[in-house]
Nanobody, 115 residues
Framework: QVHLVESGGGLVQPGGSLRLSCAASGFTFSSYAMSWYRQAPGKERELVAGITGTGSATNYADSVKGRFTISRDNAKNTVYLQMNSLKPEDTAVYYC????????WGQGTQVTVSS
């Protein structure tokens, strides 16, 4: 069955960086776009970034453009989210998702940006 496991979250100071990873199994990874979402307390879950199956195209929320980079390694069945210049408003639980409209989500990893 489909299994997505995020890692790499933690506490970081404003201006710092983190790299999230999402290890996938149970499906042909390279055949699917992958995406990262986040949900802050009291807010709706929102799309952060997405990447095509080949990695040839990416898209980002306006709030993270120029700071976050999504990438994937199809040999390792893993998608990444490099987050730089982090701000307190980036604090959220981050989830990876298979494609953009599936019910396959990871369990989430907490990112807290605070001094």
């Amino acid at each position: 069955q489909v299994h997505l496991v995020e890692s790499g979250g933690g506490l970081v100071q404003p201006g710092g960086s983190l790299r999230l990873s999402c290890a996938a199994s149970g499906f042909t990874f390279s055949s699917y776009a992958m995406s990262w979402y986040r949900q802050a307390p009291g807010k709706e879950r929102e799309l952060v970034a997405g990447i095509t199956g080949t990695g040839s195209a990416t898209n980002y929320a306006d709030s993270v453009k120029g700071r976050f980079t999504i990438s994937r390694d199809n040999a390792k069945n893993t998608v990444y989210l490099q987050m730089n210049s982090l701000k307190p408003e980036d604090t959220a639980v981050y989830y990876c998702r298979r494609s953009y409209a599936s019910n396959y989500w990871g369990q989430g990893t907490q990112v807290t940006v605070s001094s």
